[in-house]
C-alpha cells in the first residue's frame, strides 16, 4: 500500500507549478539586473581625467590590448578610453 504521509496534495502540486517557477524567473531576472551596465551619459563618463584620477587607475576598468587602447567598463557601456573618467570611479588598492 502507499503511504499517505509521503503522498502530495493537490494543493501542495498547483503551490510548486506556480511558485518555483516564479522564483527562478526572478533570480534570472536578478541576475540580467547585475549584468546590465550604465550608459556614459548616466555616468557623466568623459575621455579626459579629473583630478588625477583616470579609468587606468579604476577597479571597475578593463584594459584594451595595450596601455593606450581603448578598454571597456565593468559598470559602464562603451568603449572606455584608459585616461577617460566617470562618476563611478573607484581607485585601486596599492
Not at 8 to 36: C, K, Q, W, Y
Not at 38 to 60: D, E, H, L, R
Amino acid at each position: 500500500m502507499s503511504d499517505p504521509s509521503n503522498a502530495m496534495t493537490r494543493r501542495t502540486f498547483v503551490t510548486n507549478a506556480i511558485v518555483l517557477p516564479a522564483l527562478a524567473g526572478l533570480l534570472l531576472a536578478e541576475t540580467a539586473t547585475a549584468d546590465a551596465k550604465g550608459s556614459q551619459a548616466q555616468f557623466k563618463y568623459q575621455n579626459t581625467p579629473k583630478n588625477g584620477q583616470k579609468c587606468s587607475t579604476c577597479t571597475q576598468f578593463i584594459p584594451g590590448s595595450s596601455p593606450t587602447k581603448n578598454g571597456s567598463c565593468k559598470v559602464v557601456d562603451g568603449s572606455i578610453s584608459p585616461n577617460g573618467w566617470c562618476i563611478a570611479y573607484a581607485p585601486k588598492k596599492s
